[in-house]
């Protein structure tokens, strides 16, 4: 299957000759050169990879970039630019870029760096998780529902890391209380219960369900038709 590439970039010239030549090296090639556009398409689509101009009329590379990271942080970006100073690489990479390429280049070059990013976003995703449409990244400390980050206390986060950790098993509220770790003196079971209830409310949109198993404790699962257990 090919992977799937995002390219924007303004210069039509060189734009389409990549697409061509990125083609050919079995990437499935989608172009831009507008930024605002570049960034509503990422958004809602999904991509193995990005290669991204900074100079890009309607909102430039950085913007855009910075952008999608708060929404997609483990999707491989490249920078792809005219500018090569030292300020220009690390104003890049600190805006979440995963790798800085400089024109003019090599295709060679170019092809050897997507290859390289691939390969590490095959290791990086180990700390992702997904259930439904809730993401979890544990690595980041942060949670998203439909690619909408989720504004989760400290707590409701780490109540969330041991249910996504227990998928379809049933989590005790002592266990909670345990692995809470080092302020488990200061939470009773009772706060739990408030953790849970907040949390099963945040993650209603996101096709999952946090059920309470009576007597036993709750359970983390994708929402389905119909089920044994009523949450409680």
Request: glycine letters at 6%; a negative charge; aromatic letters at 4%.
């Given at each position: 299957?090919?992977?799937?590439?995002?390219?924007?970039?303004?210069d039509l010239i060189l734009a389409d000759a990549l697409k061509t030549s990125l083609s050919q090296a079995d990437f499935q090639v989608d172009c831009v050169n507008d930024g605002s556009l570049a960034l509503q398409i990422l958004l809602?689509?999904?991509?193995?990879?990005?290669?991204?101009?900074?100079?890009?009329?309607?909102?430039?590379?950085?913007?855009?970039?910075?952008?999608?990271?708060?929404?997609?942080?483990?999707?491989?970006?490249?920078?792809?630019?005219?500018?090569?100073?030292?300020?220009?690489?690390?104003?890049?990479?600190?805006?979440?870029?995963?790798?800085?390429?400089?024109?003019?280049?090599?295709?060679?070059?170019?092809?050897?760096?997507?290859?390289?990013?691939?390969?590490?976003?095959?290791?990086?995703?180990?700390?992702?998780?997904?259930?439904?449409?809730?993401?979890?990244?544990?690595?980041?400390?942060?949670?998203?529902?439909?690619?909408?980050?989720?504004?989760?206390?400290?707590?409701?986060?780490?109540?969330?890391?041991?249910?996504?950790?227990?998928?379809?098993?049933?989590?005790?509220?002592?266990?909670?209380?345990?692995?809470?770790?080092?302020?488990?003196?200061?939470?009773?079971?009772?706060?739990?219960?408030?953790?849970?209830?907040?949390?099963?409310?945040?993650?209603?949109?996101?096709?999952?369900?946090?059920?309470?198993?009576?007597?036993?404790?709750?359970?983390?699962?994708?929402?389905?038709?119909?089920?044994?257990?009523?949450?409680?």
């Amino acid at each position: 299957m090919s992977t799937r590439l995002f390219l924007a970039e303004d210069d039509l010239i060189l734009a389409d000759a990549l697409k061509t030549s990125l083609s050919q090296a079995d990437f499935q090639v989608d172009c831009v050169n507008d930024g605002s556009l570049a960034l509503q398409i990422l958004l809602h689509n999904d991509y193995d990879v990005v290669v991204l101009d900074i100079g890009l009329p309607n909102m430039d590379g950085l913007t855009v970039l910075r952008n999608i990271r708060q929404h997609k942080p483990s999707l491989p970006i490249l920078i792809l630019t005219a500018l090569d100073g030292l300020e220009d690489r690390v104003a890049g990479l600190d805006a979440g870029a995963d790798d800085y390429l400089a024109k003019p280049f090599e295709f060679a070059e170019l092809e050897a760096r997507l290859r390289a990013l691939l390969r590490r976003s095959q290791i990086l995703p180990q700390s992702v998780q997904q259930l439904g449409n809730l993401r979890l990244d544990r690595a980041g400390q942060r949670a998203w529902c439909n690619d909408t980050p989720l504004d989760l206390s400290a707590r409701e986060l780490t109540v969330l890391e041991i249910l996504m950790s227990n998928i379809d098993r049933v989590v005790t509220k002592e266990q909670i209380v345990s692995e809470l770790g080092s302020d488990n003196a200061e939470v009773g079971l009772n706060a739990i219960e408030v953790y849970v209830h907040r949390l099963r409310k945040k993650l209603e949109p996101c096709g999952v369900v946090i059920r309470t198993i009576r007597g036993l404790g709750y359970l983390l699962e994708k929402q389905q038709p119909h089920s044994a257990f009523d949450a409680g």
